[in-house]
T-cell receptor, first 110, second 116 residues
Framework: SQKIEQNSEALNIQEGKTATLTCNYTNYSPAYLQWYRQDPGRGPVFLLLIRENEKEKRKERLKVTFDTTLKQSLFHITASQPADSATYLCAPSNTGKLIFGQGTTLQVKP | GAVVSQHPSRVICKSGTSVKIECRSLDFQATTMFWYRQFPKKSLMLMATSNEGSKATYEQGVEKDKFLINHASLTLSTLTVTSAHPEDSSFYIC????????????FGSGTRLTVV
């Protein structure tokens, strides 16, 4: 069955550093992969989408890579800020419905 | 940008009663909406796909008679938790997509249901 794995341990980094989050998937080949941010008690917010034929995508301080051979996506936040502290969810997909990984909680300390 | 409004944000109900949660796309039409459930410190679990004008598609293990979904118009989907029990207490979130994949999905702000 399809499986999506994100590092369940919280990631703690210092302000100004680059945060790197990992999303691994098995038993399927998604045509695209999305990343979302979720704050406590709120719904997720869309950040970026990357397609299988794209190696890398950027948006402001965010960068996403998609390696279909490794079945992995990396999500980078450069020059991290305390306001970036949240849970980040990945969703590799082939169809219209989104199935999420368990999310990685990022804590950026000032 | 696209906005999805979810109501109510919080609800407390007694065991055995039913609760209705509304999900509206405010500035776009959504032929398909999705309903998720989230337990504390866990990820979102897709419950069902709501299709305008037809029956919802439920994920494996989700009770259709417990979680009634109605998508009566292009901007409104409702989730009714019937005969609620304490184990139904959870955070329920809906989502919809405007346009193409590149815009991602827009989520409602969620409904915290507590059954006492």
């Amino acid at each position: 069955s399809q499986k999506i794995e994100q590092n369940s341990e919280a990631l703690n980094i210092q302000e100004g550093k680059t945060a790197t989050l990992t999303c691994n998937y098995t038993n399927y080949s998604p045509a695209y992969l999305q990343w979302y941010r979720q704050d406590p008690g709120r719904g997720p917010v869309f950040l970026l989408l990357i397609r299988e034929n794209e190696k890398e995508k950027r948006k402001e301080r965010l960068k996403v890579t998609f390696d279909t051979t490794l079945k992995q996506s990396l999500f980078h936040i450069t020059a991290s800020q305390p306001a970036d502290s949240a849970t980040y969810l990945c969703a590799p997909s082939n169809t219209g419905k989104l199935i999420f990984g368990q999310g990685t909680t990022l804590q950026v300390k000032p | 940008g696209a906005v999805v409004s979810q109501h109510p944000s919080r609800v407390i109900c007694k065991s055995g009663t039913s609760v209705k949660i509304e999900c509206r796309s405010l500035d776009f039409q959504a032929t398909t909406m999705f309903w998720y459930r989230q337990f504390p410190k866990k990820s979102l679990m897709l419950m069902a796909t709501s299709n305008e004008g037809s029956k919802a598609t439920y994920e494996q293990g989700v009770e259709k008679d417990k979680f009634l979904i109605n998508h009566a118009s292009l901007t409104l989907s409702t989730l009714t938790v019937t005969s609620a029990h304490p184990e139904d207490s959870s955070f329920y979130i809906c989502s919809a997509r405007e346009g193409t994949d590149d815009y991602g999905y827009t989520f409602g702000s969620g409904t915290r249901l507590t059954v006492v």
